[in-house]
């Protein structure tokens, strides 16, 4: 697969990636660039979203609706880049994992994950790394390097689009179509670019996803919720794990800063939650920590009131992970009484743990690889 280095060629030629930028940003280029009005700046920059975002094209020569001389002078100016895709990896199971390189040390992974949605999901990253230290969670363990510009959320997409062939977007028989926001970082402590990406990823004349198709997962950074859902209107997932103040403190920390209490009322109150629009609570199944019959009792009185799906996660093992996964027979007793408290409460069958794309492992095995060879670099 081609790919193009997002941060490295763009600054080599000194030319600015347009790749990522929002309907405004490429406006005032336009007019800053080539002294256009605001009416002929927003014009080419119209022209030049459906080129970049609907057709997926990276060459000025083949803008064809462009005039000769503005192609010439865009490419003195301007490269339409993606980032380099330096490793890809396919499962077993036909999931797909990037490990996308943003600059020099600074890296992020994404996961494509077939027939999940409507025909197929991606994973993206929000930030490098992260704070929340939950500890059940791989990525968690990694110290927060920065967040992730709009642009950088935006290539991510782009870039997948590219390996699964998905241009010109909106086609018939798309893969790609639903987003979700659960890869690395907390969507919700880089909640401006974020909402600006979605703005960019659900754009009908561009990439065109419908924002009821777009999922940002939190862990519960509670302030931030109500304007997640008044800006971008898009789905809401909770990464919950426990009943109780005291277990939770334990696996998501966050949970000492904004407690159970708290994250409910903010639930009930997220704009748009329905019965048609209901909100996701992501469980990982723990053996022996949080799976009885017991909690799941307690589950369907705490989330009373909140037009609610719940996703049972198997735990996905990783290398001194301090737990266990539920066995199988716990985990369907559990979803059963959910099931007959009148919940949906399907359990998320474990993909792409072969080359570590399961949920909560994301970048662990590329940083340890990456690390091990330096090791033997400098041995050698």
């Given at each position: 697969m081609a790919t193009l280095d997002l941060s490295a060629r763009p600054a080599d030629k000194g030319l600015s990636n347009l790749a990522g930028l929002?309907?405004?940003?490429?406006?005032?280029?336009?007019?800053?660039?080539?002294?256009?009005?605001?009416?002929?700046?927003?014009?080419?920059?119209?022209?030049?979203?459906?080129?970049?975002?609907?057709?997926?094209?990276?060459?000025?020569?083949?803008?064809?609706?462009?005039?000769?001389?503005?192609?010439?002078?865009?490419?003195?100016?301007?490269?339409?880049?993606?980032?380099?895709?330096?490793?890809?990896?396919?499962?077993?199971d036909g999931t797909r994992k990037y490990l996308i390189r943003l600059g020099p040390g600074t890296e992020v992974e994404c996961v494509f994950i077939p027939d999940v949605g409507r025909a197929g999901a991606l994973c993206v990253s929000s930030q490098v790394g992260c704070t929340l230290?939950?500890?059940?969670?791989?990525?968690?363990?990694?110290?927060?390097?920065?967040?992730?510009t709009a642009a950088e959320i935006v290539n991510q997409v782009m870039a997948v689009k590219d390996d699964l062939e998905e241009w010109p977007s909106g086609g018939e028989g798309r893969r790609l179509s639903n987003i979700v926001f659960m890869g690395m970082g907390e969507p919700l402590y880089n909640l401006d670019n974020v909402s600006q990406a979605i703005d960019v990823i659900s754009d009908n004349e561009g990439i065109s996803l419908s924002r009821r198709r777009i999922t940002v997962?939190?862990?519960?950074?509670?302030?931030?919720?109500?304007?997640?859902?008044?800006?971008?209107?898009?789905?809401?997932?909770?990464?919950?794990?426990?009943?109780?103040?005291?277990?939770?403190?334990?696996?998501?920390?966050?949970?000492?800063?904004?407690?159970?209490?708290?994250?409910?009322?903010?639930?009930?109150?997220?704009?748009?939650?329905?019965n048609a629009r209901r909100i996701t609570f992501e469980y990982v199944m723990l053996k022996g920590v949080n799976d009885t019959d017991a909690e799941a009792r307690e589950l369907v009185k705490l989330l009373k009131g909140?037009?609610?799906?719940?996703?049972?996660?198997?735990?996905?093992?990783?290398?001194?992970?301090?737990y266990e996964c539920s066995s199988w027979e716990r985990i369907e007793g559990f979803a059963d009484i959910l099931s007959r408290a009148g919940y949906a409460s399907p359990i998320r069958t474990p993909r792409g743990r072969d080359i570590f794309a399961a949920c909560g492992q994301l970048k662990s095995e590329s940083v340890k690889k990456r690390a091990s060879e330096a090791r033997k670099e400098r041995t050698a």
């Open positions: 929002t309907r405004g940003e490429l406006a005032a280029l336009m007019g800053e660039t080539f002294g256009l009005d605001a009416k002929k700046a927003r014009m080419r920059a119209s022209q030049l979203w459906r080129w970049i975002y609907h057709y997926g094209q990276t060459d000025f020569s083949a803008m064809t609706d462009i005039s000769k001389d503005m192609r010439a002078g865009l490419s003195e100016k301007f490269v339409v880049a993606r980032p380099e895709v330096t490793e890809r990896l396919v499962s077993v230290a939950c500890t059940f969670c791989h990525t968690g363990t990694q110290k927060l390097v920065r967040n992730l997962s939190t862990s519960g950074v509670v302030p931030q919720m109500h304007r997640l859902g008044e800006e971008t209107s898009a789905m809401l997932a909770i990464s919950l794990h426990a009943t109780n103040d005291k277990l939770r403190d334990e696996l998501v920390p966050i949970n000492r800063k904004y407690n159970i209490a708290e994250l409910m009322d903010a639930c009930r109150n997220y704009p748009g939650a329905s909140v037009p609610a799906k719940i996703n049972l996660i198997p735990f996905n093992p990783w290398p001194g992970a301090p």
